[in-house]
């Protein structure tokens, strides 16, 4: 009776009295002496009995008789028994697991499957020595308790087999209902289940996050079928599918897409030793979109986009939404000019023709590789880049407490002034503020033709983008999906993933502005045209510039009508009284600002001088109807390349989704990991800044003699082995070593800076 008692208490043990599903509870407190107990949960009876010896056995009970084994019982194959032993555990609330077999002329005459708790862990040995280097691991826990339950199948003949022993008892607890989706066997994730994560990573949501919303979408943690590990897991089985196949299968996936569609455009190059070291690529629907819109293109390289470190470099220009839009793509391992020439070189192949603008950062290794490729195409500079370095060049205190930067804003940024006025601008500047004599400045005013707006006023479409804070904004997109531990087919995964939410979003957008028109608010003719023949963002900035036009402009002068054409006079209120011409007539309109020339919207000078000069029609007003047209047509007839609940098993599954592994040898190895200046968790430090960096931190000292070549466990005086003296003589000797080698240190550190400066100077 008392061992009955303290079984009832351990069966209850940390349940609360609210979850029913985990309380267990004797219905038959039999003391009659016939050794016989049954426990009733919420989903089974099992009945516990006690062995001669005063072993306690559990007895499943199985709602289903015809699921639960029996002695000679024919199975027609092996892994039919083994299959219908592990359901009749899953059901009851245990696991099983494949143990020893005997075999006979290569054929398995006897096989035994066991409960999972059977046999004992070998004792771990306890790591007690601190110094020692190697050891066990420590279990904390062990599900093994030598249980007995077990089935053996001996073979009969024609592949079939026969339960010759079934041992039903259990020396433990069977796993109640609440717990059941905790084991093993109903932790197999379903089809369902990897499809959900494997469209979740597509995304850039990891496994524990997909578990969490898969879990919310079943209704419980019970109802999903595995365990967070689970995921997690498949998430490494996806890489380890991948593993070193990882160049050849993207090369592959190029492959059949250009077999699918034939403007799709791929190129890819090795090194001597069969490493991936370029790829670029461009789909049909960014080859089209450069045709409309490949004016001008921003070129920027995004780091910790794959686990390789190559560098992500995607073409951008801007479309008519006035939002981003991407041209091409490229992946390489190293910023010098090769690479960046071989880049150019292909997507002048997949587009045709040269960009009128390229807009780049003060990257060196572009800077000499554009002209190479692009002969015709003129080379921006970033002003945001630029603009960007002014605290660290002249100081945060110059730059944030004083007026230097709001005057200097005034002739950078300005594309209204002439060029001569941007020199005098800033030549006054300088003097005002005593920078005359800083070298970085006048380096810029040097090049002030590659970045300065003043001097791309007559260059068509050249204010479409004045600065690469538009790749800023596209790098910051694509990390949104991707991750710095991508494996190149998980890479692309996520960069499709993030094509498609871009050019859904210009979808959106021209949706919206087909079904909609935005209010006029000017009264003039001309904008209501404006607002039928505009895209919505273009045509706030157009209209911004007509109200400017009735508000902020004064005809000066007007001069005769001479051949259709009449000049005005316009004096800008807001640009402190500065005189613009325009002339203007029945199809013509250009004003001194060419606002019109670089952005391709006329400005509110021509908008005032239309208005006076009574034109009705944005047509008339000089814009290209048959190219916009055009350009609507072409948009239309974009389209996507589109490629290609029954059990399927892991393999096949993965297959399916990140596609067939190669049969054949692999011929295009992974890349070799690159280390560029913008990638990984370190960036390169000069031998310079490792100087001053080493001389500002404080030594080590030693505790015992205040020697700050050694510390006190190496210290010569530790032990008391030699006098004092000796001690002193020893480090005094070990001084002198690091104070050589120092004097060594400097005189590299000296020999490289030379050597840099004469690459530099080259």
Not at 313 to 324: E, I, L, M
Not at 569 to 585: S, T, Y
Not at 715 to 730: F, L, S
Request: glycine share 6%.
């Amino acid at each position: 009776m008392i061992t009955q008692d303290l079984f009832k208490i351990s069966c209850n043990q940390g349940v609360t009295s609210d979850d029913s599903s985990c309380v267990s509870r004797f219905i038959n407190d039999d003391t009659s002496g016939n050794g016989s107990t049954s426990l009733e949960t919420d989903d089974a009876i099992s009945n516990y009995t006690f062995s001669p010896g005063g072993s306690r056995y559990c007895l499943p009970v199985c709602d289903d008789a015809n699921c639960k084994p029996s002695i000679n019982q024919l199975f027609d194959s092996l892994e039919a028994g083994i299959k219908f032993y592990s359901e009749y555990g899953r059901l009851c609330g245990f696991t099983t697991r494949r143990t020893a077999e005997k075999t006979r002329d290569d054929t398995i005459v006897s096989k035994y499957v066991v409960c999972s708790r059977a046999g004992f862990n070998e004792k771990n040995e306890l790591i007690s020595d601190r110094n020692r280097k190697k050891g066990v691991r420590r279990r904390t826990v062990s599900g093994r308790c030598g249980c007995n339950a077990k089935i053996i199948l001996k073979f009969v003949s024609n592949e079939s087999y026969r339960v010759s022993v079934f041992v039903e008892g259990h020396n433990h607890n069977l796993v109640s209902k609440a717990g059941r989706h905790f084991l093993r066997a109903n932790r197999e994730m379903s089809y369902t289940s990897r499809n959900f994560m494997f469209d979740s990573m597509k995304v850039n949501i990891g496994a524990s996050q997909s578990f969490s919303f898969m879990k919310e979408l079943v209704g419980g943690f019970a109802n999903v079928g595995s365990t967070v590990k689970d995921f997690r897991n498949f998430s490494r089985d996806l890489k380890q599918y991948v593993g070193e196949r990882d160049a050849q299968m993207i090369i592959e996936k190029f492959k059949v897409k250009k077999e699918s569609c034939e403007s799709f455009y791929y190129a890819y190059d090795l090194d001597t030793e069969g490493h991936l070291t370029k790829l670029f690529w461009a789909d049909s629907i960014a080859r089209r979109n450069y045709e409309l819109y490949g004016d001008v293109v921003s070129f920027d390289a995004t780091f910790d986009t794959n686990k390789y470190n190559m560098v992500f470099c995607p073409f951008t220009g801007v479309d008519k939404h006035d939002r981003c839009v991407t041209f091409g793509f490229a992946l390489l391992s190293k910023e010098d000019i090769p690479h960046f020439k071989w880049a150019f070189d292909h997507f002048l192949l997949a587009m045709g023709r040269n960009p009128v603008c390229i807009v780049t950062d003060q990257c060196p290794a572009m800077k000499q590789a554009i002209p190479m490729s692009f002969p015709a195409t003129k080379h921006r500079l970033c002003m945001w880049h630029i603009m960007e370095k002014f605290p660290a060049k002249l100081g945060n205190f110059i730059c944030k407490e004083t007026a230097l930067m709001e005057n200097m804003k005034k002739y950078i940024w300005s594309s209204t002034i002439e060029p001569f006025e941007f020199e005098r601008g800033w030549k006054a500047v300088l003097k005002e503020f005593k920078l005359e004599g800083n070298r970085w400045l006048w380096e810029m005013y040097a090049i002030r033709t590659s970045w300065i707006p003043a001097f791309f006023r007559d260059k068509p479409m050249f204010g479409l983008m004045r600065t690469t804070s538009r790749s800023e904004s596209e790098n910051n997109f694509f990390s949104q999906f991707h991750r710095q531990s991508d494996t190149l087919c998980e890479f692309y995964l996520r960069f499709e993933s993030a094509m498609d939410k871009q050019r859904n979003e210009t979808a959106r957008l021209n949706e919206e502005g087909s079904s909609a028109l935005p209010a006029t608010v000017t009264g003039m003719f001309i904008e209501a045209e404006a607002a039928e023949l505009y895209t919505r963002p273009i045509f706030y900035k157009v209209q911004e510039e007509m109200v400017a036009s009735g508000y902020n402009m004064r005809i000066q002068n007007i001069g005769p009508l001479v051949d259709g054409i009449k000049c005005y006079q316009m004096k800008d209120v807001m640009l402190k009284d500065q005189v613009f011409e325009v002339k203007v007539g029945t199809n013509y309109a250009e004003c001194s600002c060419k606002k019109f020339v670089m952005c391709g919207i006329l400005c509110r000078h021509a908008f005032c001088a239309l208005n006076h000069f009574e034109v009705k029609s944005v047509n008339k007003a000089g814009v290209n109807i048959d190219k916009l047209n055009y350009v609507d047509k072409t948009i239309k007839q974009l389209s996507s390349d589109l490629g290609d609940d029954s059990y399927i098993t892991k393999k096949a599954h993965l297959e399916m989704l990140m596609g067939p592994q190669p049969s054949e040898e692999i011929t295009i190895h992974a890349p070799k990991a690159c280390k560029n200046k913008g990638s990984g968790l370190k960036r390169f430090v000069s031998a310079r800044e490792k100087a001053i960096n080493k001389g500002n931190k404080r030594p080590r000292q030693c505790k015992l003699c205040l020697s700050t070549v050694h510390d006190a466990r190496t210290c010569p005086g530790k032990n008391n082995a030699c006098a004092e003296k000796d001690v002193e003589k020893a480090c005094a000797e070990q001084d002198m070593e690091k104070a050589c080698a120092e004097q060594d240190m400097e005189k590299a550190r000296a020999e490289q800076d030379v050597e840099i400066e004469e690459t530099d100077a080259n």
